[in-house]
């Protein structure tokens, strides 16, 4: 029970991975060929390769950590070191004992920066290779905004003059929405990638990145929505199709006439 809960309480690499494939399908059905179905392909490569780098981070970094053990371990030996010149200390040797003291916690002293040095060296390494991963989720959330760049619903279903540098729009409203819909889920999709380094290592720096790519993201979304709102209120608007004009009734009466007569002669 305990397994089953624990799975509701971080991001599954897994499970966004599969619904990114589900996304990219969907999108190349609907829109085979559409850049939108293209930048969604590489999304997914990179949620991908997120797996493999969230590993990586989650691993130590053997040679720093063999690095920062010996230190740890001379440290030990330093400090047996002076607790045996303390107990044949020799009240004649007294200026010799207290630099070799001095000496000693001088030493202390430096070898415990260079472990910290060690220690936050690895933590460095870590956040750069995620920091670098975080900008290419930056990059494809401003690709994916570009796309839906020119999908205006006003423009799209008014009938102005084209001209010949104007985009092309051959959607219909129902594909225009669901165009719209794709990117908004490809925009929390890239987010929800980002937020996985943050479960694995906890960084401040790498914290504040993901939280400006949530920003990022979340901004972009609320331009496309604002955009469906529009499209379903200018669906709304719209009259309904002209049908052919109703004939007057006495037209009717006549050829309804017309035909028993031709009815019964025949």
């Not at 590993?55 to 330093?78: D, E, F, M, N, T």
């Not at 380094?197 to 979304?221: M, R």
Request: net charge neutral; glycine share 6%; proline share 5%.
């Amino acid at each position: 029970m305990q397994g089953k809960q624990a799975g509701y309480r971080q991001l599954e690499a897994r499970e966004i991975i599969a619904t990114v494939q589900a996304l990219h399908a969907r999108i190349a059905e609907r829109f085979p060929g559409s850049g939108l179905g293209k930048t969604v392909a590489e999304l997914r490569g990179i949620s991908e390769e997120t797996v493999a780098r969230i590993q990586w981070i989650r691993k130590p970094h053997l040679p720093l950590r063999c690095g920062a053990g010996l230190l740890s371990l001379a440290i030990v030996a330093l400090l047996i070191q002076m607790v045996r010149s303390i107990d044949q200390f020799n009240y004649h040797e007294y200026t010799n004992f207290i630099q070799a003291l001095d000496s000693s916690i001088s030493s202390l002293v430096f070898i415990g920066a260079t472990i910290l040095f060690l220690v936050n060296w690895e933590a460095r390494i870590k956040r750069h290779r995620a920091l670098e991963a975080i900008h290419e989720l930056r990059a494809v959330s401003h690709i994916i905004d570009m796309h839906q760049l020119t999908k205006d619903p006003e423009t799209h279903l008014s009938r102005g003059t084209v001209t010949v540098s104007s985009p092309r729009r051959a959607m219909t409203a129902f594909e225009l929405n669901r165009y719209l819909d794709y990117c908004s889920e490809a925009l929390a999709l890239a987010s929800k990638i980002a937020a996985l380094y943050v479960q694995s290592l906890h960084d401040p720096v790498l914290l504040d990145a993901v939280d400006d790519i949530e920003d990022l993201t979340a901004g972009f979304s609320r331009k496309i929505w604002q955009k469906i709102t529009l499209l379903e209120a200018l669906k709304q608007s719209q009259p309904p199709a002209a049908g052919p004009a109703p004939l007057p009734p006495g037209i009717y009466g006549a050829a309804d006439k017309a035909g028993a007569e031709e009815n019964r002669s025949r």
